[in-house]
């Protein structure tokens, strides 16, 4: 089987978790910045942290919330007609979380996120060519379990059950180039994940988590066209999402006021090369647009956190900073991800509304920082004209409820 091109933008939006990964779960993952592992409370612990669902008490927890995202847009500044401006997108975002009673030292919980996805459109002719739209939808069903050595130190892990799927189209008509292309995929893949905590006192909590590296093995059919003239193909391509490593400490005063640093590394550099198949030949003047590998060389990412916790008499005011790198290279940047570093900032509250009951708001802002590109360095046939990318980022509400029962 020969490759593809025209699943690019579905390969490179699954392996955007730097730039649009939604590590922020939950109500209060949302108001910490994801500083949230370490001194973990309810129902969401079972997705953060599993081990420590061994030190919470013993009844039931169930939560969830919904997310409204905002993505403003991305520009893309050059000489006309290369400049360009995507569209606004709003996505919804849910989740759940439950955990059961324990079982002498034993616990289990489910998780079911949405830990990834966008909707990026272009409308301008020359960003059109790439990307005139690119949706992407991930679902995440993560059961785990914990088991309590003694009461300084317990573990955990789980399964990861993936489903995404994505949809594409490109035309280059209004940038001279009568290549024409549309896609639809989808996958269901298995991981895992597994975690550690150790409380060396009452008031301290060390913690690790891991999540595996998921091959994405992307199935669907691509009709391309040049000219007017189309034909379809099936069409996959196996990429790496890849593995996830956190480190956290927490500190808690009086009971009252918890501060969570944590550190994340991202392991992209397996992400390397796109390379895709189809089913049959595609044709021949085609070839040149569309059968090519595309490198990748994507970098390892820092992600540094900080949150803070205050609990009072009902009310629990939560706030955190991250500091948050891209792996994509300018080399490889593209029109379907132009990233960026970003700096977030998240603040959020919880209301007790009674004993089992509660209720709260976050909100999350994602800077991105502007991004210039140097003149012959990118691989894209307009971003090696240099120029640049401002905006984008988003804007993240969530409303959540919890109940203990």
């Known amino acids: ?31 910490l910045g994801a500083a949230y592992v370490a001194h973990t409370s309810g129902a969401d612990t079972n997705y953060y942290n599993p081990a420590a669902m061994s030190f919470m008490a013993d009844k039931q927890y169930a939560e969830g919330s919904l997310t409204l995202a905002h993505l403003p847009s991305n520009v893309y500044t050059l000489i006309e007609p290369y400049s ?7 996505i919804l975002i849910p989740d759940m979380h439950y955990v059961a009673n324990a079982m002498g030292d034993f616990r289990w919980g489910v998780s079911l ?7 990026k459109r272009w409308e301008t002719p020359y960003q059109k060519l790439y990307a005139e739209e690119f949706t992407l939808k991930i679902i995440e069903l993560n059961p785990s379990v914990s088991y309590r ?10 399964l990861r059950f993936i489903y995404s799927e994505g949809k594409v189209y490109s035309d280059g008509a209004g940038a001279g180039a009568p290549i024409k292309r549309e896609m639809e995929g989808d996958t269901f893949e298995f991981g895992y994940n597994l975690a550690l905590l150790y409380k060396p006192t009452s008031d301290i909590n060390l913690a690790v988590t891991y999540r595996s590296n998921i091959d994405l093995k992307e199935e669907g059919q691509a009709n391309l066209y040049f000219g007017g003239v189309g034909k379809q193909y099936d069409a996959d391509v196996t990429v790496p999402l890849p593995a996830a490593l956190n480190l956290s400490v927490s500190k808690t005063w009086n009971d009252t006021f918890t501060l969570e640093l944590n550190y994340e590394r991202t392991y992209w550099s397996s992400y390397e090369t796109l390379d895709f198949n189809y089913g049959s030949p595609i044709t021949p003047v085609l070839v ?50 132009p990233d960026s570093d970003a700096k977030i900032f998240t603040m959020g509250f919880r209301y007790q509304q009674t004993d089992a009951l509660s209720w709260g708001a976050a909100f999350l802002y994602d800077g991105k920082d502007a991004r210039s590109l140097t003149p012959g360095v990118a691989d894209n046939q307009v971003l090696v ?13 969530t409303l959540g409820v919890a109940y203990e029962f």
């Open 84 to 90: 360009g401006k995507s569209e606004e997108e709003n």
């Open 113 to 119: 996120t949405a830990p990834g996805g966008l909707t």
């Open 385 to 397: 004209n240099g120029g640049g990318f401002s905006g984008g980022g988003a804007y993240l509400t």
């Open 149 to 158: 050595i003694n009461d300084e130190f317990s573990i955990g892990g789980g």
């Open 288 to 337: 040149p647009y569309f059968d090519a590998a595309q490198p990748r060389d994507w970098e390892d990412t820092n992600t540094f956190r900080i949150g803070a916790t205050i609990e009072l008499d009902k009310i629990t005011m939560m706030m955190g900073f991250a500091l948050d790198e891209t792996p994509v290279p300018d080399k490889t940047i593209g029109f379907e991800l």
């Open 1 to 31: 089987m020969k490759k593809i091109i025209a699943l690019s933008v579905i390969t490179s939006g699954l392996l955007t978790a730097a730039g649009y990964k939604i590590p922020e779960q939950s109500l209060n993952s949302m108001a």
